[in-house]
């Protein structure tokens, strides 16, 4: 996979071919990015890209078995690090503190597994990164964290707004370990024995992967920071957002039908080929943007959103970017809906050093 996919390669032809139509002499001046490594040394880092629908959208009787063998295939994979479209801590926590500027209405609150542990986010945070480089040294000497040392963590993991992560460290512990004690109060327990029904991919697909694979933790890329729309009127905004989207979304509408019918399978990898296959990303993808580029607004509302659409998923690519630049040659899944992963392909291809594996392969 030495080769980024063609299609990629294509996409940022056109953008340069594009580029020396409108700024001629800029376009000449900033040379052929995508050939910068091609004499690099060391090993290149793998990415795959997994499209996915929103599992909150489900029933709440659907049954995570269904996700077995889209969980097999990812396996197969064997990635190092899983990223997730969810908030980090640390993003959380600067929301909390700037709330008219950001929100959070996207981060659960801190407040019961500050009192079990006796750490705010931040404090949090830091020991969770001295743990986990202890931890890393006693791998070395073949030393497997004791239960104890897992429901510490769980607990820290909780207090640092990283759910996902507590849930990978519950779900390593036997069944007879998940109880209170090392900072696991009741009120931590019942919030991650509710994980194990709730409907949601980081859960589901990414947590269950990484204990199962024993990685100590998945990877919140999601950014909200650039995205929130400075307008008189957000009603009218999302009013002219949505009769875009409807305006625009006939074909995607009738092919979200039939996926319906895969929805209900007891096995769902049928499903995600669907939602991953190339022509279903591109119906999404022009449904999502190119129908609110061509929207007819006074104020140019569509055209803002596509902007901190644009933003929002440049900022995640950052994100993910970041889990890997000291693990030269990582193996990166990135989970995160599917509307994202055209953006995501496109511009993480661009990245020096990283290939974009075929996630229609992985999924054969």
């Known amino acids: 996979m030495r080769k980024k996919i063609n299609w990629i390669r294509g996409l940022v032809s056109t953008f340069a071919a594009t580029a020396i139509v409108a700024l001629p002499f800029a376009a000449q001046a900033q040379g052929d990015l995508a050939t910068l490594d091609r004499d690099m040394v060391g090993p290149r880092s793998q990415i795959l890209v997994l499209g996915t629908m929103h599992l909150n959208s489900l029933p709440k009787d659907f049954n995570p078995a269904a996700l077995d063998g889209v969980l097999n295939r990812l396996a197969a994979f064997k990635p190092d690090i899983i990223t997730v479209e969810d908030q980090s801590g640390e993003e959380c926590d600067?929301?909390?503190?700037?709330?008219?500027?950001?929100?959070?209405?996207?981060?659960d609150p801190t407040d019961v597994a500050k009192a079990a542990?006796?750490?705010?986010?931040?404090?949090?945070?830091?020991?969770?990164?001295?743990?986990?480089?202890?931890?890393?040294?006693?791998?070395?000497?073949?030393?497997?964290?004791?239960?104890?040392?897992?429901?510490?963590?769980?607990?820290?993991?909780?207090?640092?707004n990283e759910l996902a992560s507590a849930y990978v460290q519950w779900r390593q512990l036997p069944e007879a370990e998940r109880h209170v004690g090392d900072s696991l109060d009741t009120a931590l327990i019942a919030k991650l024995r509710r994980m194990e029904t709730v409907n949601n991919e980081s859960y589901q697909l990414a947590a269950r992967l990484a204990a199962r694979l024993g990685l100590q933790q998945v990877y919140a890329v999601d950014n909200h920071t650039g995205d929130r729309i400075d307008v008189p009127d957000i009603k009218a905004f999302v009013k002219s957002i949505?009769?875009?989207?409807?305006?625009?979304?006939?074909?995607?509408?009738?092919?979200?039908?039939?996926?319906?019918?895969?929805?209900?399978?007891?096995?769902?990898?049928?499903?995600?080929?669907?939602?991953?296959?190339?022509?279903?990303?591109?119906?999404?993808?022009?449904?999502?943007?190119?129908?609110?580029?061509?929207?007819?607004?006074p104020e140019g509302h569509p055209q803002m959103w596509v902007a901190g659409w644009e933003i929002r998923n440049l900022r995640m690519v950052a994100n993910i970017r970041e889990t890997f630049r000291e693990r030269?040659?990582?193996?990166?899944?990135?989970?995160?809906?599917?509307?994202?992963?055209?953006?995501?392909?496109?511009?993480?291809?661009?990245?020096?050093?990283?290939?974009?594996v075929d996630v229609a392969a992985v999924l054969k």
Request: glycine share 6%; hydrophobic share 45%; aromatic share 6%.
């Open 94 to 107: 600067l929301a909390a503190r700037h709330p008219a500027k950001y929100g959070a209405e996207y981060c």
């Open 117 to 160: 542990t006796g750490l705010d986010v931040p404090a949090a945070m830091a020991e969770v990164d001295k743990t986990l480089k202890a931890w890393a040294a006693q791998s070395v000497r073949n030393q497997a964290p004791t239960p104890a040392q897992r429901r510490r963590l769980a607990a820290l993991f909780l207090a640092s």
């Open 242 to 297: 949505e009769a875009a989207w409807v305006a625009g979304g006939v074909v995607l509408s009738e092919r979200e039908k039939r996926e319906d019918v895969l929805l209900k399978a007891s096995d769902l990898l049928p499903l995600y080929r669907s939602i991953n296959d190339p022509e279903g990303l591109r119906i999404r993808a022009e449904a999502n943007v190119s129908a609110a580029l061509r929207a007819k607004s």
């Open 328 to 356: 030269l040659g990582a193996r990166v899944l990135s989970i995160v809906g599917a509307t994202h992963k055209p953006w995501f392909d496109a511009w993480l291809g661009q990245l020096q050093g990283v290939d974009i």
